[in-house]
């Protein structure tokens, strides 16, 4: 499927210039948000990615939970361009976080996970799904985090959900980067609704 608005593979400004070289030569082609979205507007809306990439550098969770939050995020709201650069990160910089990103659409029931993973992504995937938390999910989450890195999970969410939303609205979908084998979005919605509605995920 192609993009709403047509790339735009010349871009104007030095800057913007650079960034399309840069990303180009990291990842084999310019990435589609940046011919997409990023091309048509002032190039200060697109640095706030890098302000949020420098901010996730002082968060305390660790990588690989902020890494998998991410992921079942972008799953839920199916962004493809983002599932896609995703696990090309994975399988390119952290290659030992792979079986659980494959195993993710059954981290409830698969035992790569601990119980720390299962409350965040529980707790990520009903916030994602629902816009809301039930009380159960966050006294779970308490359990195992303390109440800045809560705050940090739901930084995680909001700021992946922007991107997804950027994608999905302009149909930025994926740039081919790897194979992808996305959760069909009615199974992630009848999951969330279930799981909100029992009041557990």
Not at 64 to 85: G, H, K, P, Q, Y
Not at 192 to 201: D, F, I, N, Q, V
Request: with cysteine.
């Amino acid at each position: 499927m192609s993009p709403y608005l047509a790339p735009i593979d010349k871009p104007k400004g030095l800057r913007l210039k650079l960034l399309y070289r840069f990303l180009g030569r990291q990842f084999g082609t310019a990435p589609g948000w940046l011919t997409v979205w990023s091309a048509r507007l002032p190039l200060a809306y697109t640095s706030w990615m890098g302000k949020v990439y420098t901010l996730n550098k002082k968060l305390e969770l660790s990588p690989d939970t902020m890494r998998l939050i991410r992921a079942r995020v972008e799953s839920i709201n199916m962004c493809t361009w983002c599932m896609d650069a995703g696990r090309w990160y994975v399988i390119n910089k952290e290659p030992h976080l792979l079986p659980k990103l494959d195993a993710l659409h059954d981290y409830q029931t698969s035992p790569l996970f601990s119980d720390e993973e299962r409350a965040a992504l529980d707790f990520a995937s009903e916030l994602t799904a629902q816009k809301r938390v039930n009380p159960e999910a966050f006294e779970s989450l308490s359990r195992h985090y303390s109440e800045r890195q809560i705050c940090e999970i739901v930084w995680v969410v909001s700021t992946t959900f922007l991107m997804n939303i950027n994608n999905l609205g302009l149909g930025v979908g994926s740039d081919g980067l790897c194979e992808i084998n996305p959760e069909p979005r009615s199974q992630g919605a009848r999951r969330g609704s279930a799981a909100a509605g029992r009041g557990e995920w």
